[in-house]
């Protein structure tokens, strides 16, 4: 019951961060399906169609008071947009220009920030990350707020893959 409450949560939340997101030409997202801790969502934006996988934390840790919805993200643009993109949600904004840290297993990922959102450097790091990810059991977000609030996101990857494969389906080139 748990996940079918986190998934619908999540379902939410990302609607929302699609409706505050996207412009007038874009439809509701589409539910791809629910993979473990993983749901796949997609719409049409345009010409383009915008496929994203997401999750949220299953633990978190930090000094604050209050903190906004935190998410990890992948999203594809099709055709001829970015593939595998990952980006964080903090739900906070993050302090300017302190790394947001990603670790898989023995693996460690630096990603740059901006407001409260952070991504990899490059579509490499992005790759690489996906990878890891895909490898994973789980992984672990550590990031500090403006207010030099250190957090750690607790992430699990059961069902990334099969949400990864979703996405892919639904925005192949």
Same mark, same amino acid.
């Not at 904004?93 to 959102?117: C, M, R, W």
């Given at each position: 019951m748990t996940t079918i409450v986190r998934s619908f949560g999540f379902f939410l939340g990302c609607m929302a961060l699609v409706v505050m997101t996207w412009p007038a030409a874009a439809q509701t997202p589409q539910t791809l399906g629910t993979y473990r801790d993983w749901s796949a969502f997609a719409y049409q934006d345009g010409a383009t169609r915008v496929c994203y996988m997401g999750t949220e934390p299953t633990d978190s840790t930090g000094a604050y008071d209050q903190r906004g @919805?935190?998410?990890? +993200?992948?999203?594809?643009?099709?055709? &001829?947009?970015?593939?595998? $993109?990952?980006?964080?949600?903090?739900?906070?904004?993050?302090?300017?220009?302190?790394?947001?840290?990603?670790?898989?297993?023995?693996?460690?990922?630096?990603?740059?920030?901006?407001?409260?959102?952070?991504?990899?450097?490059?579509?490499? @790091?992005?790759?690489? +990350?996906?990878?890891?990810?895909?490898? &994973?059991?789980?992984?672990? $977000?550590?990031?500090?707020?403006?207010?030099?609030?250190?957090?750690?996101?607790?992430?699990?990857?059961?069902?990334f893959t099969a949400a990864y494969e979703a996405i892919s389906q639904a925005c192949a080139n």
């Open positions: @919805d935190v998410w990890i +993200l992948v999203t594809h643009r099709s055709p &001829g947009g970015g593939r595998d $993109v990952v980006s964080v949600i903090a739900g906070y904004n993050y302090e300017e220009n302190a790394p947001v840290l990603i670790s898989i297993g023995t693996k460690t990922f630096t990603l740059f920030s901006q407001g409260d959102t952070a991504w990899a450097y490059s579509e490499a @790091d992005d790759r690489a +990350l996906i990878a890891a990810m895909k490898a &994973g059991i789980d992984m672990k $977000v550590a990031g500090r707020s403006w207010r030099a609030t250190d957090t750690t996101d607790e992430y699990s990857l059961l069902g």
